[in-house]
């Protein structure tokens, strides 16, 4: 199982940005969360949705600003990020879960992708 996080970059605050995530290998029957990780500080979790999509969860911190969603033809997860802030500044990690139920906790999920860099400028 591979997956591959794509999207990042620098943006304006109050600016959007949408990240993808491709997962490749074991592409059934699997719940992808978004993590990020600013410097200095540990990796929180962001949002996650469940393989048919009809579960999704958000961090506070996102709620009603960050979009989660998937297309399973396309095998790829993406995170819509709007109304960003300096705050929202990390690498953002994409990773896959293969046993229910969805999961907030990074220690649950199974694979994980490389980071992506998204820099929010003030």
């Known amino acids: 199982v591979q997956l591959q996080a794509f999207g990042g970059g620098l943006v304006q605050a109050g600016g959007s940005l949408r990240l993808s995530c491709i997962v490749s290998?074991?592409?059934?029957?699997?719940?992808v969360g978004w993590f990020r990780q600013a410097p200095g500080k540990e990796r929180e979790f962001v949002a996650a949705?469940?393989?048919?999509?009809?579960?999704?969860y958000y961090a506070d911190s996102v709620n009603g600003r960050f979009t989660i969603s998937r297309s399973n033809a396309r095998n790829t997860v993406y995170l819509q990020m709007n109304s960003l802030k300096p705050e929202d500044t990390a690498d953002y990690y994409c990773?896959?879960?293969?046993?229910?139920?969805?999961?907030?906790?990074?220690?649950?999920?199974?694979?994980w992708g490389q980071g992506t860099l998204v820099t929010v400028s003030s």
């Open positions: 990773a896959a879960k293969y046993t229910t139920p969805v999961d907030t906790t990074a220690d649950e999920y199974d694979f």
């Open positions: 290998g074991r592409t059934f029957n699997y719940a």
């Open positions: 949705i469940s393989w048919n999509g009809g579960s999704t």
